[in-house]
């Protein structure tokens, strides 16, 4: 009988950004189950937009390993990276004879969880 182990879940969450869930999703499988040095390395010579905030969120979750927990950078590991849809701002784009077509504008949630 042996007993596992069990390692805090330390996460950073952002949530109602401006990004489209399917472009965030499309970098974050790039960096699940990579350790932290790893992960920032390729978020930062990524070309993509997202980059840059996901990059901070994980910094963030690094933080709140080394503050809240005293767990060193170079130990830890993204277990669980997604993205999930937030809520889609409607607007509208005039066309011609008085007509309107709508504009969605995605929003997503990321979580970032490591160990």
Known sequence: MSKDIQTPKIQ????YLRLS????????TQIRGKN?????????????KPCKIIK???ESAASNAVN???LQKHDLVIKQAFADEGPRLKR????????AFPIHKPTCHITI???
Do not use: S, W
Not at 36 to 48: N, V
Not at 92 to 99: L, N
């Open 12 to 15: 950073a969450v952002c949530k």
């Open 21 to 28: 869930p399917n472009k965030v999703r499309r970098i974050l």
């Open 36 to 48: 932290y040095q790893e992960a920032i390395l390729i978020l930062e010579f990524m070309p993509y």
């Open 56 to 58: 901070k969120i994980l």
């Open 68 to 70: 809240n927990n005293g």
């Open 92 to 99: 509208f784009q005039p066309r011609a004879q008085g007509r």
């Open 113 to 115: 969880t490591i160990g």
